[in-house]
């Protein structure tokens, strides 16, 4: 009965009659980042911290500033100048926006599942290797005849295998460092392959993210899916091994894995002005100085995330400062909304987040 009601309001608000103009999406996640970063930039009391930084100097040369706008305009450029001028970013908190997870573990298993489900699977505890029992947004566009054979994922960390349970749904995937096994390889994935097998970090759970990024940009080229998940990992990684120059530098890489990609977009004609990118991460950190290389669930500020989108169904609302509060298991219905879609599953699936689609700048 919860499903029925679900799906009664989703077709009956008035947001989701508006005729369909997004036939791609590509969601795009980058583990661990916070918010405050995100809406503040370099934070001061990390970034003077030797514990954390070596050369605290340069860093502040190249992302720090007198103001939040200033930092985070160096941190991440394409996000702040593009996308929050022509799109929509969601999670300050200092205008009580608030973007949670629903979970309560905080740990990134639990994160990708509750956005991939809508689900906020209390079994789904730890991140250990065990193959997702929940249906997944992804494996049911995959199964309509709309998207057959037209989404595809491309992971930094292995674990997004289990994720999104490949071994049953067979969606093209590529995660860790696993090697690319078309029939005909291009030279930029012959590369790639070497790379991984040359790599001294080959085997770790967590590949370059600029792996990640080449081989899902070359097989988006060479294939055109209507669905692509990239989900990017180093800023957690370095995050968890106190590298906060590194961290900073990687959600500014990031910032132009965002650029590159949406450049590709606009130069393709089979994605050209109907294609719109879904952004998030998994879960937050800790909020003070002393804890911000770690998460959980008795971590304060591990729940806390954020969202930006960008697209020709996206109402370019800016950076929004409205009190709300949603989570991050209303996403897959959402994102089926904006494909003109409803995510059927057996469990049960959050409501999607209408005012997404409001053209009333708050």
Known sequence: MKRLLIVFAFFANPAFSQQVTCQNIFIITTDGFRWQELFTGADSAIISNPDYVKDSAALAYMYGGKTPAERRMKLMPFLWNYIAAKGQVWGNRNYGNNVSVANPYHLSYPGYNELLTGFADPQMISNRKRNNPNSNLLAYLNSLPKYKNSVALFGSWKLFSYIVNGSVNKIPLNCGYQAMEEDSLSLTEQAVNYLEQTSENNGAPTRSDLLTFALATEYIK?????????????????????????????????????????????????????????????????????????????????????????????????????????????????????????????????????????????
Not at 284 to 301: D, E, L, V
């Open 222 to 362: 060479k294939n055109h899916p209507h669905i692509v998940y990239i989900g990017f990992g180093e800023t957690d990684e370095f995050a968890h091994h106190g590298q906060y120059d590194n961290y900073l530098n990687q959600a500014n890489q990031f910032d132009k894995f965002l650029a590159q990609l949406w450049s590709l977009i606009q130069q393709d004609d089979f994605y050209k002005n109907t294609t719109t990118l879904f952004i998030t991460t998994d879960h937050g950190r800790g909020r003070r100085p002393a804890k911000w290389t770690t998460h959980g669930p008795f971590i304060g500020g591990s729940d806390e995330t954020w969202m930006a989108q960008l697209g020709p169904n996206i109402p370019a609302l800016g950076e929004v400062k409205q009190k709300i509060d949603y989570t991050t298991e209303q996403f897959a219905q959402t994102i089926a909304g904006y494909l003109g879609e409803t995510f059927i599953a057996e469990h049960p699936i959050a409501e999607p987040v209408y005012s997404f689609f409001t053209k009333k700048k708050n």
